[in-house]
């Protein structure tokens, strides 16, 4: 279980200043704030919370969502260090995101570890096309039955895991699919889908403008925060994958946006 403020040893009756660096550290340490909690534990009114993330908000130090507080942007680790971390979250993601799948279909799946996941929970012999620049994904595929498998090509950044770049958006744009996995770097409520790498974005956005519809995945972290790139917005996106810890009414928030919302079970880690 997780430790509560006071627990921590935070001072009964502390200024709103320094209640805001305990904000602070707790939103570094677990990387969100929920406005609820931080009440019940600071023993305060929830309008005391808002304001005091309002005013962390505006000096730059975190970014407002529905219900608390988020860093104000994430960062994008090496696919060499993702492939590693939080397997069981990303497998319980898969799983979900694997049944909005249909017999027959042609899909497009971007780089990255989460996705690499939904290749692998793909349900065999249902007569699949995946088109991807990764060639993890494309190795997760290759010794299962019943699937058609196109690599796009072009410069492959080792960062990213995928092919980037005028080469690989040209191939992209000869191919038109029913579903697509664009990789999500941050997705926000109002902003929609984002990226850092301006030619990975490129290549995200071709995906969703060759695609019926558009699935985006995310893990908690990810989920109402911002990066430097638009891909698309909200209402480009017709499917939503989260994590089972996220909340009902984060949910209902991006479901009145018209955004299909699938939670994924609990995961194993």
Same mark, same amino acid.
């Given at each position: 279980m997780s430790r509560s403020i006071a627990h921590e040893s935070f001072p009964a009756? @502390?200024?709103?200043?320094? *209640? =805001?660096?305990? !904000? &602070?550290?707790?939103?570094?340490?677990?990387?969100?704030?929920?406005?609820?909690e931080l009440a019940a534990e600071f023993q305060v009114s929830e309008d005391s919370i808002r304001r005091d993330l309002r005013e962390l908000a505006a000096q730059g130090l975190c970014k407002r969502v529905y219900g608390g507080a988020l860093p104000l942007t994430v960062t994008v680790q090496p696919l060499k260090q993702r492939r590693a971390e939080h397997a069981g979250r990303k497998q319980a993601l898969a799983r979900k @995101?694997?049944?909005?799948? *249909? =017999?027959?279909? !042609? &899909?497009?799946?971007?780089?990255?570890?989460?996705?690499t996941a939904i290749a692998a929970a793909l349900p065999e012999r249902s007569g699949l096309t995946v088109v991807t620049n990764a060639p993890d994904v494309a190795l997760a595929l290759m010794d299962r039955e019943g699937f058609e498998i196109?690599?796009?090509?072009?410069?492959?950044d080792p960062r990213i895991g995928g092919a980037v770049g005028a080469q690989a958006v040209k191939s992209l744009q000869g191919?038109?699919?029913?579903?697509?996995?664009?990789?999500?770097?941050?997705?926000?409520?109002?902003?929609g889908l984002w990226g850092f790498d301006s030619e990975e974005v490129l290549f995200k956005r071709t995906m969703v403008e060759c695609s019926g519809e558009t699935a985006v995945v995310v893990t908690s972290d990810?989920?109402?925060?911002?990066?430097?790139?638009?891909?698309?917005?909200?209402?480009?996106?017709?499917?939503?994958?989260?994590?089972?810890?996220?909340?009902?009414?984060?949910?209902?928030?991006?479901?009145?946006?018209?955004?299909?919302?699938?939670?994924?079970?609990?995961?194993a880690d």
């Open positions: 009756e @502390a200024l709103p200043q320094e *209640r =805001q660096q305990w !904000i &602070l550290q707790r939103l570094r340490s677990r990387g969100r704030v929920v406005a609820a @995101a694997a049944t909005l799948v *249909r =017999q027959g279909q !042609i &899909l497009l799946i971007d780089a990255g570890s989460t996705n196109l690599l796009v090509g072009g410069r492959v191919i038109r699919a029913d579903l697509c996995f664009p990789g999500a770097c941050a997705l926000d409520l109002d902003g990810k989920l109402g925060s911002v990066a430097t790139h638009r891909v698309a917005e909200l209402g480009e996106v017709q499917h939503l994958v989260v994590e089972h810890e996220v909340d009902k009414a984060t949910r209902a928030a991006y479901a009145a946006r018209g955004v299909s919302v699938h939670r994924a079970d609990a995961a």
